[in-house]
């Protein structure tokens, strides 16, 4: 498994390799992959968002006693 940065890489080379114009299979293949690391990515965001969550939550009630 590739990590967020690897991904998000990938994807603008993705997206430069169609705007550079390529024939419509490959576009069709590269799209796909592209939509698979796009979730990917969102679901690590996600991921982080939750325990960003969980943390902040955790420093409010230790401020708070």
Known sequence: M???EENMR???AIIAEI???TGLEAAF???KEGAALAAECAADLVAIEGELIVL????KNELSE
């Open 2 to 4: 590739k990590n967020f």
């Open 56 to 59: 902040s939550a955790g420093e």
């Open 10 to 12: 990938r994807l603008d």
């Open 29 to 31: 293949a590269l799209y």
């Open 19 to 21: 705007e550079g114009g």
